[in-house]
């Protein structure tokens, strides 16, 4: 039995009619004959000894044989479509395209931006808001990401710092008495974001708190909106410590019952064939800057 590899072009063929679920509408994205394709795939399947399509009204779908390989392809072809745009933008002498959450980017990466130019005068970088739960799309060298490991398979994952979270509020809004008890969080309205429901009840749980009874008075979409309702006095937020430093350190925001460590890390993620030197020198910047 031969051990060679398919032709690239029959993978391709085959790889793009699993994602359409069409040959006319894979040879029209290749730019090839609805002939050619099927050829192509034929000519797979002969080689493999497995069939891979079957018809389905006026397309086709996969078998289980051919649902495992797309699985396949549909990674390589995309690890390849980084890598090569990686390569090509390196050439071309294009920035470094960081990818983290609009909140990170504004409250934390951008009032560090000069600190970064005169620690890495040769790193040029681009910033750029992402979601953080979704794909790293194309274009984008590396992101930021709060998450809890185990890792993806395959993933390059550069682990920066903890998450460390906690209650905070405009200093007007606390009673004066017994300022530090946890019990008077029970007494005030509380913020949170609709990404993070969880973060209350983790916070209540080490403090010894009933979850409960928290009064819960207003969601967020966004982190940067709760952390504004929070400045106003609209309630208390709970925040990672990295995005209020600066509120805490004017003032702005006080942090009385303190912050604890989740599972959570705070991660540089990178495309699964990136092996940009650029990305591992920004990881060793933010590693200094996050544990100072």
């Not at 984008?140 to 710092?161: K, M, N, Y």
């Not at 650029?278 to 100072?292: C, H, I, S, T």
């Given at each position: ?227 504004e309702a929070a400045l106003v006095g609209l309630g208390v937020a709970i925040a990672p410590a990295y995005l209020v430093e600066e509120d805490l350190r004017t ?42």
């Open positions: 039995m031969s051990s060679s590899l398919p032709s690239l072009n029959a993978l391709r063929a085959f790889d793009t009619t699993a994602r359409t679920l069409s040959m006319t509408a894979a040879a029209e994205l290749l730019h090839v004959t609805h002939g050619a394709v099927s050829r192509q795939i034929r000519q797979l399947e002969e080689q493999l000894g497995v069939v891979l399509f079957e018809r389905a009204g006026r397309g086709v779908r996969l078998t289980p044989a051919g649902v495992r390989l797309a699985g396949t392809t549909q990674q390589v072809f995309s690890q390849l479509e980084q890598a090569c745009d990686q390569l090509r933008r390196e050439a071309a002498g294009a920035p470094l395209v960081l990818g983290c959450s609009g909140s990170f980017l504004a409250r934390w990466f951008i009032p560090r931006l000069d600190t970064l130019k005169r620690d890495c005068p040769d790193l040029e970088l681009h910033l750029t808001a992402v979601d953080e739960d979704q794909p790293i799309r194309s274009g984008i060298d590396a992101a930021l990401r709060f998450a809890t490991p185990p890792w993806p398979a395959g993933s390059q994952v550069i682990e920066l710092a903890p998450e460390r979270i906690g209650p905070v509020l405009r200093p007007d809004l606390l009673p004066k008495a017994d300022q530090a008890a946890s019990e008077v969080l029970l007494q005030l309205p509380l913020l949170e974001t609709l990404s993070r429901p969880q973060a209350w009840p983790q916070w209540c749980r080490q403090q010894g708190l009933d979850s409960t009874r928290l009064n819960i008075a207003q969601s967020f979409e966004h982190l940067n909106f709760m952390l003032g702005r925001l006080i942090a009385p019952w303190g912050f604890i460590e989740t599972d959570a890390r705070l991660s540089l993620w990178l495309p699964n064939t990136a092996q940009d030197p650029r990305a591992r020198q920004l990881a060793d910047w933010l590693k200094r800057m996050l544990n100072q």
